[in-house]
């Protein structure tokens, strides 16, 4: 489960700065040891980091490890996720969902057509779009009130209200 990317280093300590996939970067702080996992999906270099420290600066974590003790071993870490074991996640904060909860659901709409099945959760200035997949394409659809009518985590189904035009623009998948 990723819980966050590193996006840079902060300071000449060691310190990295992580952008989370959850509102609140403190979340972070619920974990002590994270799997570093190496950019672009390789192999070989993934590593287990003990976290020492973690506070906000500019909605991001700033976090140190033990044993990255100065800037060159930070930047080592750049572009790396930060995971855990599904199975370690702890439970969701009060009126939160895990993005990674999201990915596959059922996306319907109020008359009760299928879309497709949510794929993506694009995170936004203002609020979140989700990718969802039709007919071979992925439409965006933007998360908000009146569009999302219902998440139902229990049956697995995301209701929307789309307007006219939404669903019929979309990039093609292959």
């Not at 750049?78 to 996306?107: K, M, N, Q």
């Amino acid at each position: 489960m990723i819980l966050g990317r590193i996006i840079g280093v902060h300071g000449l300590a060691g310190d990295v700065a992580v952008r989370t996939e959850n509102d609140d970067p403190m979340n972070l702080a619920r974990y002590r040891t994270l799997r570093w996992l190496e950019p672009g999906g390789r192999r070989g270099k993934d590593r287990t980091l003990e976290l020492t420290d973690c506070r906000v600066h500019r909605n991001a974590a700033l976090v140190r490890f033990e044993g990255i003790t100065d800037r060159d071993d930070a930047e080592e870490l750049v572009g790396g996720t930060l995971a855990i074991p599904r199975e370690e996640l702890l439970p969701a904060p009060e009126g939160t969902i895990y993005v990674a909860d999201l990915i596959g659901l059922e996306v319907v709409t109020t008359s009760g057509e299928t879309v497709g099945s949510l794929t993506s959760v694009y995170p936004g200035a203002g609020h979140d779009v989700y990718g969802v997949v039709k007919d071979g394409r992925e439409v965006l659809i933007p998360a908000v009130e009146p569009i999302v009518v219902d998440l139902d985590m229990d049956a697995r189904r995301l209701t929307i209200d789309p307007p006219d035009g939404l669903l019929d623009i979309g990039i093609e998948r292959k």
